[in-house]
């Protein structure tokens, strides 16, 4: 069973990198700033570091609690920024961005609840704390 949180924290983290590699293109940068992100050219690529350190952090469990605060820190802004489904007028592209916002949002409670628990029992955090105990 304790390889069942590994999974999960893979599975969680997988997203964040599949999507990572656009966060240093012009398309994304482009987009961002159309939808009203400050200082996008900078903003964008500055998120994708972000997130590719947040998600490795998980999915290795070195400093998974730091790695989860970082992805927070990656999910707050892009979900009200990017996903703000509330100012869209069209009505298929407000409901493709609520998808995205409902979605963001829900990871955003998975990396909390890593905040508080951190990497789990099959991690480097856990090994790393095992080699700490006096024999």
Same mark, same amino acid.
Request: charged content about 10%; aromatic content about 14%.
């Given at each position: 069973?304790?390889?069942?949180?590994?999974?999960?924290? &893979?599975?969680?983290?997988? &997203?964040?990198?599949?999507? #990572?590699?656009?966060?240093?293109?012009?398309?994304?940068? %482009?987009?961002?700033?159309?939808?009203?992100?400050?200082?996008?050219?900078?903003?964008?690529?500055?998120? %994708?570091?972000?997130? #590719?350190?947040?998600?490795?952090?998980?999915?290795?469990?070195?400093?998974?609690?730091?790695?989860?605060?970082?992805?927070?820190?990656?999910?707050?802004?892009?979900?009200?920024?990017?996903?703000?489904?509330?100012?869209?007028?069209?009505?298929?592209?407000?409901?493709?961005?609520?998808?995205?916002?409902?979605?963001?949002?829900?990871?955003?409670?998975?990396?909390?609840?890593?905040?508080?628990?951190?990497?789990?029992?099959?991690?480097?955090?856990?090994?790393?704390?095992?080699?700490?105990?006096?024999?």
């Amino acid at each position: 069973m304790k390889y069942l949180e590994l999974l999960g924290r &893979i599975l969680f983290s997988i &997203i964040f990198l599949k999507t #990572i590699q656009g966060h240093f293109t012009s398309g994304y940068v %482009g987009y961002a700033a159309s939808t009203g992100v400050p200082l996008a050219s900078v903003m964008v690529p500055l998120s %994708g570091v972000i997130a #590719i350190l947040g998600a490795l952090s998980i999915i290795l469990g070195y400093k998974g609690k730091l790695g989860a605060w970082l992805i927070v820190i990656f999910l707050i802004p892009v979900t009200f920024f990017m996903h703000n489904f509330w100012t869209v007028s069209d009505p298929m592209a407000a409901m493709s961005q609520a998808v995205s916002f409902w979605k963001n949002l829900s990871m955003l409670g998975g990396a909390l609840i890593i905040t508080y628990f951190g990497s789990g029992p099959v991690s480097i955090d856990s090994w790393m704390k095992s080699r700490k105990k006096p024999s």
